[in-house]
């Protein structure tokens, strides 16, 4: 059961090093091609090409749901769900918090979601692949903290 646990968070709190690090050399490298329209929208849709890193994450955390489901591996099940829970946290924090793709959560307003909201501010004020900062969602640099 501790193992499962401690799967679990070590899982959820990697994926953070995975956002920063997929982002960072994935997403403003070699795939800038899917990313590109997240930073300068050059269509109608609602829906975005960088809409396909989360299909990515998804079937990744569904192979840990399989290997768990199949005695392949015991601790799949956690890692499945570390997997899952960092991306709905990412989903809620960047695509409705940050984005506002759906219309909640904008009246939060403390420290923390200020300088969220401040870091990803930054990263979006270069909008080609070079020259970027602030790749991670959850751990943002404190000067981000600083009041204004």
Known sequence: ???NIAAFFLTFFFMEFMAWFSHKY???GFLWRLHADHHKKDHDSWFERNDAFFIFYAIVS??????????????????GLGIFTYGWTYFIVHDIFI??????????????ARAVRRAHKMHHKHLGKEDGECFGMLL???KYFKKN
């Open 1 to 3: 059961m501790w193992t």
């Open 26 to 28: 994935i997403m403003h």
């Open 62 to 79: 569904i192979t840990f749901f399989l290997l768990w489901q199949y005695d392949i591996l015991q601790v799949g099940l956690a890692i």
């Open 99 to 112: 984005h506002q793709r759906f219309k909640l959560f904008r009246n939060a307003d403390n420290r923390y």
């Open 140 to 142: 943002v640099p404190f």
